[in-house]
Nanobody, 120 residues
Framework: VQLQACGGGLVQAGGSLRLSCAAS????????TGWFRQAPGKERERVAA???????YYADSVKGRFTISRDYAKNMMYLQMNSLKPEDTAVYYC???????????????WGQGTLVTVSS
């Protein structure tokens, strides 16, 4: 599966952005999907994921502000980010895998990353 992310940019604190990720390849619908982010000097962290059966995961830092979704018909996945904070500034990566997509070891495919900058 190949992934292509877009939608990053510069936004003021309190604003919103929607990240999109287009997937190509067969059987994408079988994959669990998620979004990770990596801020300068920090490790890559998972912020949201969606699994078979509609199960979703959100990091505590984004609960209530971010929403992950996917469109199976269009092979697309999204991350709606509201009430953005300066600490959300990072490069965001879409990801897909047949496993838990908890970290790099359990993730099969990565998008190229898109930069989100939140100004105070």
């Amino acid at each position: 599966v190949q992934l292509q992310a877009c939608g990053g940019g510069l936004v003021q604190a309190g604003g919103s952005l929607r990240l999109s990720c287009a997937a190509s390849g067969r059987s994408f619908s079988n994959y669990n999907t998620g979004w990770f982010r990596q801020a300068p000097g920090k490790e890559r962290e998972r912020v949201a994921a969606t699994f078979w059966g509609g199960i979703t995961y959100y990091a505590d830092s984004v609960k209530g502000r971010f929403t992950i979704s996917r469109d199976y018909a269009k092979n697309m996945m999204y991350l709606q980010m509201n009430s953005l904070k300066p600490e959300d500034t990072a490069v965001y990566y879409c990801a897909a895998g047949l496993g838990s997509i908890t970290n790099a070891q359990t993730t099969d495919s990565w998008g190229q990353g898109t930069l989100v900058t939140v100004s105070s």
